[in-house]
């Protein structure tokens, strides 16, 4: 549920895209918007950790919800464009601080790596279905007679936050210890070598790809593919829950397939399909991009949770809230940069190019995942 809420306020920017965009903002400077919510995701993470271990990572989750819960009851009644920056810089701050602690439960729960896969894949898939809740719910907001309400619909996700908030007051939880141990850069200096720049360059790649989906989808469909807000919303909202599909599917055939051959069966077929996307938009079936780009969802979404948990089951339990943080931060950078370079191709009038630009993106994740998942195999001959 936690991950569900968190899911539908970070992703509600293509719906703020969609909906400024008529107005005075540039797409330049929604682009930038992102960077509010990523940039302080990625500095407060470096100390979220520490803060976590002092207040125990359920207290640490309850009060990111309740900040969430103040947040998003607020925002309707303010109409400057400068407080979306601020808005988008605490619900940021509030997501590093959730995202470390639900990792940390989880991991000081499952050790075992098939099954930390299935678990992750598992509660990864609430954030698909947070996407699709919230680009459903607003799309039917705008596209009736209250249009011009539509960011009362944020009051809907407070109640929801404050109500997880009295859930996890009755809910015992496994999480680490209460800790006073301070902030260490030679901690974090510890992790880095090869696999671990591969693995993060993996992390701020597929994020980078997620954001190009999840935030400029809508506006793509409407700018390019000239359909209404509504059908243009649905785009994500369906691309979401193709990808909870994916999430769940994956959390009950992992244990079939070796993650290597999944994983990299997954980045292929989302590259021939977006190939196939970008010649659909060159000829007169444009159209049926609309329903190709959500089933890419599929695909995609297994690829986060997959690496991740691969990683993450060779991280000791006492260091797991520093190596989360640092997943936080490279995903929040690949989530700020992908969003910044996307509002330059529409800024520019590139938008036709969408699908091949992000097939380059992908072409990157194949080549950088075939060296990380070689690395594990000869590391595993040398030792054997």
């Avoid at 330049?28 to 960077?35: P, V």
């Avoid at 400029?216 to 785009?235: E, I, R």
């Avoid at 369906?238 to 999430?247: E, H, K, N, P, S």
């Avoid at 977006?274 to 780009?293: D, K, N, P």
Wanted: proline share 2%.
């Amino acid at each position: 549920m936690s991950f569900l809420i968190f899911s539908m306020v970070l992703n509600c920017m293509g719906i703020i895209i969609l909906q400024l965009s008529g107005s005075t903002v540039s797409y330049s400077n929604l682009g930038f918007l992102e960077a509010f919510k990523d940039l302080p995701i990625a500095i407060i993470s470096l100390f979220a950790a520490n803060f976590i271990n002092r207040f125990g990572s359920k207290k640490s989750l309850m009060f990111s919800l309740a900040t969430v819960g103040i947040c998003c009851f607020l925002l309707p009644f303010l109409e400057v464009f400068w407080f979306f920056k601020v808005w988008f810089a605490v619900i940021g701050i509030s997501f590093a601080v959730a995202k470390i602690s639900i990792y940390g439960i989880i991991r000081n729960t499952i050790s075992e790596e098939i099954t930390l896969t299935k678990v992750m894949s598992s509660v990864e898939a609430s954030f698909m279905i947070g996407i699709f809740v919230v680009n459903l719910g607003f799309g039917w907001l705008i596209s009736s007679n209250y249009a011009v309400y539509w960011k009362f619909g944020f009051c809907m996700i407070s109640l929801l936050a404050i109500l997880n908030v009295f859930i996890l007051t009755k809910t015992k939880m496994v999480g680490n210890p209460t800790s006073a141990e301070s902030f260490s850069f030679s901690t974090i200096k510890g992790f880095f070598n090869f696999k671990t720049f591969l693995f993060f360059s993996i992390i701020f790649t597929i994020v980078f790809i997620e954001q190009n989906f999840n935030s400029w989808l809508p506006s793509f469909y409407k700018k390019h593919l000239k359909v209404d807000s509504f059908l243009a919303l649905q785009g994500t909202a369906f691309l979401a829950l193709f990808a909870f599909v994916g999430r769940s599917v994956t959390a009950r055939i992992i244990h079939r397939f070796s993650l290597f051959t999944y994983f990299m069966m997954c980045v292929v077929v989302i590259f021939s399909m977006l190939i196939f996307a970008q010649v659909l938009l060159a000829t007169s079936f444009s159209e049926w991009s609309l329903f190709l780009f959500p089933l890419m969802g599929l695909f995609l979404a297994p690829l986060y949770p997959v690496i991740s948990s691969k990683m993450i089951t060779n991280i000791h339990r006492d260091d797991i809230n520093v190596f989360t943080s640092l997943i936080v931060i490279f995903s929040s950078l690949g989530s700020s940069f992908g969003s910044v370079m996307m509002s330059f191709v529409f800024q520019f009038n590139y938008g036709n190019y969408y699908a091949l630009y992000i097939s380059l993106a992908v072409l990157l994740l194949f080549i950088l995942s075939f060296i990380y998942f070689k690395s594990y195999v000869s590391k595993k001959e040398n030792n054997d």
